[in-house]
């Protein structure tokens, strides 16, 4: 009897082996295959090229070192210029988000035009990335600082929008329909059934966000948005190479401090 059942499944197994190599499945590995190989092409993805360059690679390399410290006392102010843009454009991006972020909820939207059209306003800042903004509001409020604050904003929006509306899509629907019961208004359902529930995730995603935009603020920088990436523009465009290894070494640092604030805040509130 035992050897029947034995033999009943190994029987089972094999049928289960051979639909696992469907030619669905065979067709979709060829096309990934495919994908990654005309890909490849398209990128000119060469090891050749890559030893060829190496020496060059070394020889930036070993010009920058050693770093150039004397000049950390004139980075002090780029460097804070950055991590200010990264505050502000959060914080705007936050307040744009917030609406957006509700209307995009489909649980919540009042009304499928105004869920669709959040939804395609959060995709279109989203789709658009900060280096782009910031060529559009360079050329728009010149040179600086503050064009660097207003494209970090625009792009951080959609993110954040996008976020949000998750956020409120996934909340437990059991407080929503309660106060819906008692004849609640739709702003006192969102006030005391939705909001209590996304705010930790809220709090995570916008430190998240100002993280990544204290990043994206030393990028901008190289498109003449102000802060420690148009030091380092000017410090590579001059080929002093020391002064670029001291720079990015200010960006380490930096970034690091931002990261390890964000923790800490984010442990003392949720």
Not at 111 to 135: D, G
Not at 163 to 191: C, S
Request: glycine share 6%; aromatic share 8%; proline share 6%.
């Amino acid at each position: 009897m035992p050897r029947l059942i034995e033999g009943a499944s190994i029987k089972s197994a094999v049928p289960r082996r051979e639909r696992f190599f469907t030619w669905q499945r065979v067709l979709v590995v060829a096309l990934v295959v495919v994908v990654y190989w005309r890909s490849a092409v398209d990128c000119e993805l060469s090891p050749v090229t890559l030893i060829q360059g190496t020496p060059h690679l070394v020889d930036i390399v070993s010009r920058m070192l050693p770093p150039n410290f004397s000049i950390m006392g004139s980075l002090i102010r780029p460097t804070l210029e950055t991590v200010e843009m990264a505050i502000w454009g959060t914080t705007l991006a936050v307040i744009i988000a917030i609406p957006l972020g509700v209307l995009a909820a489909q649980n919540v939207s009042p009304h499928p035009i105004l869920y669709a059209l959040s939804r395609l306003i959060l995709n279109a800042l989203r789709a658009i990335s900060e280096m782009v903004f910031a060529l559009i509001f360079v050329a728009a409020v010149g040179l600086g600082p503050f064009p660097g604050v207003l494209a970090v904003a625009i792009h951080s929006a959609g993110q954040l929008g996008k976020f949000y509306a998750e956020a409120i899509e996934n909340i437990d629907r059991g407080p929503v329909e309660a106060l819906d019961a008692t004849g609640a208004h739709k702003i006192q359902t969102l006030v005391f059934a939705v909001v209590p529930q996304i705010v930790p995730e809220f709090i995570t995603y916008t430190l998240y966000r100002w993280e990544v935009n204290v990043r994206a603020a030393t990028v901008l920088g190289l498109v003449g948005a102000g802060g420690i990436g148009f030091e380092l523009l000017t410090s590579m465009r001059l080929f002093q190479y020391q002064d670029t290894s001291a720079i990015l070494l200010v960006i380490l640092l930096t970034v690091s401090i931002v990261d390890f604030l964000s923790s800490r805040i984010r442990s003392a509130i949720i």
